[in-house]
DNA sequence: CTCCTATATGAATGTATGTTCATGTATAGG
DNA sequence: CCTATACATGAACATACATTCATATAGGAG
């Protein structure tokens, strides 16, 4: 753990500034989990898909080409970590998404792999 | 992996649409690896204080609390993925951000999940 | 009440991933 | 050369995770 240089580009100052600002392990925790959440290619397509239309379980699964146990599980996380809601029909779950700042991590993301969507 | 359903919310042209919009699975993939990068809380960490200094191995290590080996091999996934680049001084090997989208994607992130930095 | 459909969920399984340990490589200093 | 330092890397291990299978729940149709 207690490893050597301190290569000593920066002053101790500022070492203990970086530091001081740097976000608590909780924060740092709920930042990881926001990204892991897109972080599975099946999720971003259930996102994708819910970024067109409110969808039901059965529907996305079709469109997803995914079984339907597997969508309902990875629902399941995108709903625990707030991405996505729901709206009950009779027997019919149909889900939106809940979270508009989507698309704008979509557009640095691509930018980045340089993508032209 | 063909459930019934289809709710008929949306028309079949709809659907049509939507696939034909849908990225390609590569680039699903890319973005997809683009996000995991980010689901680590270590990574995090090293992001955070790359974001606020270049910095040797060893000074990241101590900084983010974390043994030289894991450092360098979370690094590497850094390299690969192309936010990190690196400036070799001797046997030093100085680290710094290769991609300034980092912070905006940051400030999205915390915006959901409700921190205020 | 009974059956069927839509969805949720728990257990099981295979795979991916993060850390550690041991070691390899490269470079500076004596 | 020889040694020490800085970093990289491969194997091993433990954990996390995505999917599947089987089953549970819940609501509508008859």
């Known amino acids: 753990m207690i490893d050597k240089c301190l290569c000593k580009l920066i002053s101790e100052e500022e070492i203990d500034k970086i530091l001081g600002q740097l976000p ?33 379980v059965a529907d996305l699964a079709s469109l997803a ?6 969508v309902s599980h990875q629902l399941k996380t995108l709903r625990l970590s707030r991405f996505v809601k729901t709206r009950k029909e009779g027997t ?5 998404l809940e979270d508009m700042h989507i698309q704008s991590l979509f557009d640095v993301a691509l930018e980045h792999i340089g993508e032209e969507v």
């Open 24 to 56: 608590t392990d909780d924060t740092i925790a709920k930042l990881a989990e926001f990204f892991k959440v897109f972080g599975d290619p099946s999720r971003l397509k259930l996102l994708y898909f819910l970024s067109r239309s409110e969808l039901c």
């Open 65 to 70: 080409k995914m079984g339907q146990s597997a």
């Open 92 to 96: 019919v779950v149909y889900y939106s």
